[in-house]
């Protein structure tokens, strides 16, 4: 669900001028969890530079939650960098390197597009903390046909990637069901595909879990207009589910609109269990060994 970094500062700007910016105090912490989760997805960078949370508070309050380890994702150059020299800092963090589909268009069009490719797989084969590429994909909400065929390229080189050297594929889907799975059809999904804050319905879950896919469940489970995504992950088996934060963003309810981080995982991992009718504890100990499964093994 998130964009590049620049954007995303940029947008925060503008709404915080306009009068329009909401309650960026760091909620409270939830209960702990009976058994280790792992949040499969997160964006330290951005927290750690907008000075919500420095690396060591955000592991360190995970852990004292029951979040035990975390995915750093980058999304841009820069990002997926400090991803590399983050994971290489922490035994918690592993990294997850790509070009975000939003940041390939603007790439395309400065003609750096290409360059940039092989700066991401340069990553993706020098260092073995780096588990995933990702987050890829197509977003045709805030990209129109103009970018389209960018991120496409974009997509099928970092599909190729995920094969080459055997990295789990993280999927940003946004807007684009049928042609993320036709984009995937073609190319050959990899062995470990997961569909990065999944926000389809129930039919699209059944589409995605036909192709080995795990699906990954954010805040947005709580959400009041998400009865379609509750729908999906009450469907899934108990081995293909993993949760995440997307952190800054998505804070699950009751704090929606604050900054998220992994310590709040706790709270989309409950919602989770009474969706399902799961045992908490069971649920758990099922999404830390779904996401050893998906991003190759334990760390």
Known sequence: ?????????ARAAAEEKSGRDRDRTLPPAPEPLPHPVVDNH???????GEQWF???????????????RIVSIGCDLAGAAWAVRT????????????????????????GRLDEALRAIESLAAASPRVRAVGETGLDHYRTGEDGRAAQE???RAHIAMAKAYDKALVVHDRDAHDDVLRVLDEEGAPARTVMHCFSGDADFARACLDRGAWLSFAGTVTFRNAEPLREALALAPADRILVETDAPYLTPIPYRGRPNASYLVPLTVRA????????????????????????????
Do not use: K
Request: aromatic share 4%; hydrophobic share 45%; net charge negative.
């Open 272 to 299: 989770m269990a009474q969706v399902r009718g799961d045992d908490l504890g069971a649920l758990c100990a099922d999404l830390e060994a779904n996401t050893d499964a998906a991003f190759g093994g334990t760390w």
């Open 87 to 110: 994971a290489d800092t922490y035994d918690e963090i592993v990294a997850a390197v790509s070009l975000h589909p939003n940041e390939a268009p603007r790439l395309a069009q400065a």
């Open 1 to 9: 669900m998130s964009e590049p970094v620049g954007p995303r500062r």
């Open 42 to 48: 997160c964006h330290l960078d951005i927290a750690d």
């Open 54 to 68: 420095t690396v060591d508070d955000a592991v360190g309050a995970a852990a004292r939650v029951g979040v035990a």
């Open 153 to 155: 390229e974009s997509f």
